[in-house]
T-cell receptor, first 117, second 114 residues
Framework: AQSVTQPDIHITVSEGASLELRCNYS??????LFWYVQSPGQGLQLLLK??????LVQGIKGFEAEFKRSQSSFNLRKPSVHWSDAAEYFC???????????????FGKGTHLIIQP | DAGVTQSPTHLIKTRGQHVTLRCSPI?????VSWYQQVLGQGPQFIFQ???????GRGNFPDRFSARQFPNYSSELNVNALLLGDSALYLC?????????????FGPGTRLTVT
């Protein structure tokens, strides 16, 4: 079964500083990998995704993530955070079924990002 | 264009009752998925529907059921509510029921069971 681990429950970063959120996954093959952001009272918004090809993927809002197969990791980075980046961040893994359809996304428990002025 | 809409926004139910949650996908999207997000946790997959057929099911008891209508909207039903069913229920729509198609999430329905 696939699983996702986000080791950091909370992270505090000063505005303007760089950010890295960690994500480790467990899956037999190369999965689809995602990062979502959830602001209070909001649904989930997709930041970026990795399916194949270039292991460094660019997303919205200045975020990027790097897929490292040897470490089973898909860490999210941003060079300079803004106060509006304060939110809950979720890493997710997904896969398709051989007969069609999908098993749905498996999410980590999330990392709560706090931005200090 | 309207995004994924869910109703109601909030509701409070008593243990043992039944609840129906509704979801309208983005226009043109034929696949709808449901997720349960307990406070402090990530969303957990419940169901996926495509063209009115169930295409995927998570590890939830039979008290949970869903259906999709000809206009691609969907309902999630939960019978015999337990306190542990209190959560944010998220609906997501996509063009097709494959992982490669981006899922767009609605704002969710907050269910409180007392």
């Amino acid at each position: 079964a696939q699983s996702v681990t986000q080791p950091d429950i909370h992270i505090t970063v000063s505005e303007g500083a760089s950010l890295e959120l960690r994500c480790n996954y467990s899956y037999g093959a190369t999965p689809y990998l995602f990062w979502y952001v959830q602001s209070p009272g909001q649904g989930l918004q997709l930041l970026l995704k990795y399916f194949s090809g270039d292991t460094l993927v660019q997303g919205i809002k200045g975020f990027e993530a790097e897929f490292k197969r040897s470490q089973s990791s898909f860490n999210l980075r941003k060079p300079s955070v803004h106060w509006s980046d304060a939110a809950e961040y979720f890493c997710a893994v997904g896969a398709d079924r051989s007969g069609g359809g999908a098993d749905g996304l498996t999410f980590g428990k999330g990392t709560h990002l706090i931005i200090q002025p | 264009d309207a995004g994924v809409t869910q109703s109601p926004t909030h509701l409070i139910k008593t243990r043992g009752q039944h609840v129906t949650l509704r979801c309208s996908p983005i226009s043109g999207h034929k696949s709808v998925s449901w997720y349960q997000q307990v406070l402090g946790q990530g969303p957990q997959f419940i169901f996926q529907y495509y063209e009115k057929e169930e295409r995927g099911r998570g590890n939830f008891p039979d008290r949970f059921s869903a259906r999709q209508f000809p206009n691609y909207s969907s309902e999630l039903n939960v019978n015999a509510l337990l306190l542990g069913d209190s959560a944010l229920y998220l609906c997501a729509s996509s063009l097709a029921p494959l992982t490669g198609y981006e899922q767009y999430f609605g704002p969710g329905t907050r269910l409180t069971v007392t």
